[in-house]
């Protein structure tokens, strides 16, 4: 940053600890260039037809998430982190995390039960298990 004054605000180190994920999230301000520096990673996202993209990269790999696009992290190593680096095309990306978006809301529980195809209680367990009170 101190050498390269534009990063500012356009960059991060993302540690992946082993088992972690970085939920389904999209920038829509910005696209998003991740560069593997440790450990492996699985990556994807999803395009606007619904198809996923996505790759398992290993130390030295770069993936590029799409401005707007539904994307994730996910490291499967059950021993090791994962270490990355991400960079942004603008310093105010607007990350929205869907997990949190739709689940720590107000939405009517009923309402998530019918538009996910599933029940109340279901809901209910996957609030509870978004806000950490098991």
Do not use: W
Request: glycine fraction near 8%; charged fraction near 15%; charge should be neutral.
């Amino acid at each position: 940053m101190a050498r390269f004054p534009a990063l500012n605000g356009q960059s991060a180190v993302l540690n992946f600890p082993p088992g972690s994920v970085n939920p389904t999230h999209t920038h829509p301000k910005a696209s998003k260039l991740l560069l593997l520096v440790g450990g492996s990673l699985q990556v994807g996202f999803i395009d606007t037809t619904n198809k996923l993209f996505n790759q398992t990269l290993q130390t030295g790999d770069m993936f590029v998430f799409p401005k707007g696009l539904v994307h994730f992290q996910y490291n499967c190593d059950p021993k090791d982190n994962a270490l990355a680096m991400s960079a942004f095309g603008s310093a105010n990306e607007g990350t929205e995390s869907f997990p949190n978006s739709v689940f720590n809301t107000i939405i009517d529980d009923e309402m998530l039960a019918k538009s996910f195809k599933t029940d109340f209680l279901t809901i209910q367990k996957i609030k509870t298990g978004l806000s950490g009170k098991i």
